[in-house]
């Protein structure tokens, strides 16, 4: 493991060079690659920011010191996608699952009823754990979402909840239509538009919907994004999951920050991304949960848009809050390679939350960072279901 060889001072302003890096990953593409790579390099953290990077020869004096013993150092993941306030686990739809029984989204109704049942201190419980389960796989930033509630009262729960862990909060009142409301759809996309976006609103940034037949269609996805635009939140939304749709397309007409999952696209789709500021963030630990068909991260690629991978974290269709799987998923199933598996994961994950202080390590940017027990990045693909992650760093402090 690294070791500080000299002492700690105040963490708020003191300086750390981590040295005798094998391999940097900046995401700084004015360094030649997507993924700015420096060999034999060194990172130079003063308080929460990154102040410089480079060849280690050429490192300015700090306060303190670590040696990361040649091993590879990476930006910490964006998880730009998960669903981590919720209640209960789906253990026997997973089951009837691998047994060949379909996937639908009509087992998010069991994480309704326990959710809605739990107390805040279940929830914020759980939160916790899931958050510290990323943690030790590398996330230091994570976007997460209500949708299990589908009450004004649990959607704004589950939203406070999930606010007191992290800026990137997304109001999904609009993930299935409530059970309640099951004969009248129109009174749920009402409400999720009217008193429920009131008491949502000041707790998020994004508003999502889940755009999917038995879910909303693209004129209710349409009208719910819109209500929350003019709220001031940005959309993002649930597309293209289980089948081809109107939810890409509604993305890009929206100028929304991300489509996610874009599993069934048609050439029009891809198209559309390519010509949008939108990116496509694909969520491999849903199609591997729910053995569907991969997403072709490929084709999006070499059309040219911005792609994300990101865990999906939830207790139906993806229960993995690790980065590093999903990596491994997508470089052996989805055409990507491992530099652009890496860099979706981090810078990725950054352009689908619309940040450029994260998922970078550059001068100014936040120092989030990952160590790896291993020489390269391309070992997150190449050893799968190995936990290489051995020191992460938030804002400039060491948490693990
Ligand atoms: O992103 N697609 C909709 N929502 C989740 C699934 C939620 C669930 O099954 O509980 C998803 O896959
Ligand atoms: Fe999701």
Redesign the pocket.
Known sequence: NATTVSPAHSASTASTLITNIAALVTNDPSLGSPLGLVQDAAVVIEGDRIAWTGDQSKAPATDNRVDAGGRAVLPGFVDSHS?LVFAGDRTQEFNARMSGRPYS?G??RT?VAATRAATDEELEANVTRYLAEALRQGTTTFETKSGYGLTVEDEARALRVAAAHTDEVTYLGA?IVAPEFAEDPAAYVALVTGEMLDACAPHARWIDV?C?QGAFDGDQARAILTAGRERGLHPRI?AN?LSYGPGVRLAVELDAASAD?CTHLTDEDVDALANSRTVATL?PG?EFSTRAEWPDARRLLDAGVTVALST?C?????FTSSVPFCIALAVRDMGMTPDEAVWSATAGGAAALRRTDIGRLTPGAYADLMLLDAPSHVHLAYRPGVPLVTGVWRRGERVL
């Open positions: 669903h989204a087992g998010i994480t993930h889940f999917e649930h999951q999952h969520l849903a999906d939830n207790p139906g269709s993806s």
